[in-house]
């Protein structure tokens, strides 16, 4: 099954940047596609991003289009979210997760904390 290694997450002020990583250990992320969920307290789950491995395909919420970038790097078998323009609304603990069955039978990383100050 292996593990997801998720890194990156920290605190910055609005209009600031960061970049979250989820390494695969033990597994591949062939014929996966990976996304990540943000949870903030007292709100629903949300899917901010995904990539299909194999072809690259992406989706973005509309909360987060324009100014997230999600990407892979093959060699690393590493996905990474580039979140720039950081909102104070994008704090949440953010989850990767990678499904080849759809997102609620998916394997879920430990989540990385993101707070953003105004």
């Known amino acids: 099954q292996g593990q997801l290694v998720e890194s990156g997450g920290g605190s910055v002020q609005a209009g600031g940047s960061l970049r979250l990583s989820c390494a695969a250990s033990?597994?591949?992320?062939?014929?996966?596609?990976v996304g990540w969920f943000r949870q903030a307290p007292g709100k629903e789950r949300e899917l901010s991003a995904s990539i299909t491995w194999s072809n690259g395909n992406t989706y973005y919420a509309d909360s987060v289009k324009g100014r997230f970038t999600i990407s892979r790097d093959n060699a690393k078998n590493t996905v990474y979210l580039q979140m720039n323009s950081l909102k104070p609304e994008d704090t949440a603990a953010y989850y990767c997760?990678?499904?080849?069955?759809?997102?609620?039978?998916?394997?879920w990383g430990q989540g990385v904390q993101v707070t953003v100050s105004s």
């Open positions: 997760v990678v499904t080849r069955t759809g997102w609620s039978t998916g394997s």
């Open positions: 033990g597994r591949t992320f062939n014929n996966y596609a």
